[in-house]
Every structure is written in structure tokens, then in C-alpha cells.
């Protein structure tokens, strides 16, 4: 069980925009920033977001991220079907001694 | 480039430990924090460890405290992970991660690049 919840699976047509959800608690997202990364089948994962919706250079624009109270969203706009990918959430989490926690995953398949 | 290579997995028995070593090249290696984050086959991933640059700060996951430590050495530019008693759930391709600041606590940091991971399957 994450700390972290993202639904597990997502879908979208070519040139769709598809968001995916993260929900958190005060001691994580409430309180630090949230972080996306994106693994391509095979791969290791590679940082898509960062402080909430700052895209690391290289990353197309079609790449959002935004965040409100205990949740964040990833967007994705324009669809294509390189995007297919597991999707993760994750923030600096306060509780106890501190830690780094991550979503579930979220599998998004291009149809 | 920066680059990170994982090395040291394999097949070990319950209760045996095991230490990934992680080469890093292409940057400054003790000027920033570096982590291990773990991922199950088929499953999510999780936060294992971290340290922070001169190893005056490092933390653990529940999962692992008491059993893992994490350690640097920055005249070789490494990072390790020693694992003792290891346990079936500790199956997972170990992937080694450069943090964006000193300190592996991040309240504005993050974790980028990865390496490409190493795999260790703890089975009789």
C-alpha cells in the first residue's frame, strides 16, 4: 500500500489530453513539493516534474504538472504514442523521521 | 554526461547479505546527496535510502532500518549498499539515484538521473 494514491491505470486517443491523479496527506504533498517521473517500458525512471510543475529541459511541453491542498495532477496534453509509460508521483514525507514516499503508478496505454 | 552504474546484484539465499556498489562519473560526486530506490518485479517503486554529501545525514526506510546501510566513499565517487538479512520482499532491481542538493531530506530536491539498476532475488 503507497502513501502515495494514484489510480492504477489510464487511457487516452492520440492527440487526447489525459490527467492523472496523486492524493497525499499534510505530511507529504500538504506540506513539500511533488515530484513526476515517467518510466518507459524497460527503462529506468526519468524526473518529468519537478517542484510541482517545473519541467526539467528536454521535456515537451505538453508535460504539466500542478498541485492543490494534499493533491497533485499530472497532465498530459497532445497525446502521443511515446507517452505510453508507468507514471509516479513522490514527496518528501514529514512524518516520523522524515522519508521519501511514492504513488502506486499509473500505467498509461495510448490506444 | 553524468552516469551511474549499479553493480553487485544476484541470487542470494534468505538471511545471507549481499552489497550493491553504485560508480558515479560526470559530476562533482561529493557535492551532492545520492539515493537507493528499489523496485519489486511488476510492482511500484520505493524509497530505500538516502544519504546526504559528506554522510553526516543519511536515512532509511521502515522496511529496511536495522537491516541496510547505505555509505559513500568520495574519493572513489561511490555509493554502496550493504544488505544483511535479507528476506524474500527484498527482491528488486535496486536503482541508484543523485539527488539535486547536499542533503538526501528534500523539501526541494529530487532525484535525477537514475542508473539503470542492478537486480537482486532473495530465494532458497
Known amino acids: 500500500q503507497s502513501v502515495l494514491t494514484q489510480p492504477p491505470s489510464a487511457s487516452g486517443t492520440p492527440g487526447q489530453r489525459v490527467t492523472i491523479s496523486c492524493s497525499g496527506s499534510?505530511?507529504?504533498?500538504?506540506?513539500?513539493?511533488v515530484y513526476w517521473y515517467q518510466q518507459l517500458p524497460g527503462t529506468a525512471p526519468k524526473l518529468l516534474i519537478y517542484r510541482n510543475n517545473q519541467r526539467p529541459s528536454g521535456v515537451p511541453d505538453r508535460f504539466s504538472g500542478s498541485k492543490s491542498g494534499t493533491s497533485a495532477s499530472l497532465a498530459i496534453s497532445g497525446l502521443r504514442s511515446e507517452d505510453e509509460a508507468d507514471y509516479y508521483c513522490a514527496a518528501w514525507d514529514d512524518s516520523l523521521s522524515g522519508h521519501w514516499v511514492f504513488g502506486g503508478g499509473t500505467k498509461l496505454t495510448v490506444l | 554526461e553524468v552516469q551511474l552504474v549499479e553493480s553487485g546484484g544476484g541470487l542470494v539465499q534468505p538471511g545471507r547479505s549481499l552489497r550493491l556498489s553504485c560508480a558515479a562519473s560526470?559530476?562533482?560526486?561529493?557535492?551532492?546527496?545520492m539515493h537507493w530506490v528499489r523496485q519489486a518485479p511488476g510492482k511500484g517503486l520505493e524509497w530505500v535510502s538516502g544519504i546526504s554529501w559528506n554522510s553526516g545525514s543519511i536515512g532509511y526506510a521502515d522496511s529496511v532500518k536495522g537491516r541496510f546501510t547505505i555509505s559513500r566513499d568520495n574519493a572513489k565517487n561511490s555509493l554502496y549498499l550493504q544488505m544483511n538479512s535479507l528476506r524474500a520482499e527484498d527482491t528488486a532491481l535496486y536503482y541508484c539515484a543523485k539527488d539535486q542538493g547536499p542533503y538526501y531530506y528534500g523539501r526541494g530536491n529530487w532525484f535525477d538521473p537514475w542508473g539503470q539498476g542492478t537486480l537482486v532475488t532473495v530465494s532458497s
Open positions: 499534510s505530511s507529504n504533498i500538504g506540506s513539500n513539493y
Open positions: 560526470g559530476f562533482t560526486f561529493d557535492d551532492y546527496a
